[in-house]
């Protein structure tokens, strides 16, 4: 396994908070939430960054969506409504390099980001 701490959250050799899981995908709470709901969602195999996407990846990307709205409805987010966001680089602040999307809820937010 690549030395990577979400590849080891994916796998349960690092304790999360688990939210939702399938053959291909974990999704656990975030450890520092910067919202009521932050959730973070990856693909189990390992991918650094939205970068690592190609089309054999199209269908997981679909079913990352598909899980991010499952959570948020089971939060009773559809309403109010949610974020769903991934950060590429350093620009855009990513700091951990395995591919993961945020759903963030629960309260309004700023848009742009900071
Ligand atoms: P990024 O800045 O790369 O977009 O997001 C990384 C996210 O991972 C941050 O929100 C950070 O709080 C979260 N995070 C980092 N290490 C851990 C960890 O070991 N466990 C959990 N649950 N979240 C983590
Ligand atoms: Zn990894």
Do not use: Y
């Not at 959250?9 to 291909?24: F, R, W």
């Not at 939205?50 to 939060?75: P, Q």
């Amino acid at each position: 396994m690549v030395d990577c701490i979400f590849c080891k959250v994916a796998a349960g050799l690092i304790p999360s908070q688990k939210v939702a899981e399938t053959e291909e995908l974990f999704a656990f709470e975030d450890i520092n939430p910067q919202a009521p709901t932050h959730v973070l969602i990856v693909p189990k195999k390992h991918m650094s960054s939205s970068l690592d996407i190609t089309a054999h990846e199209a269908e997981l990307m679909g079913k990352i969506i598909m899980m991010a709205n499952d959570i948020a409805i089971d939060r009773g987010l559809e309403k109010s409504g949610f974020r769903i966001l991934t950060n590429t680089g350093s620009h855009a602040g990513q700091s951990v390099f395995h591919l993961h999307f945020h759903l963030l809820g629960g309260r309004r937010m700023e848009w742009p980001p900071g």
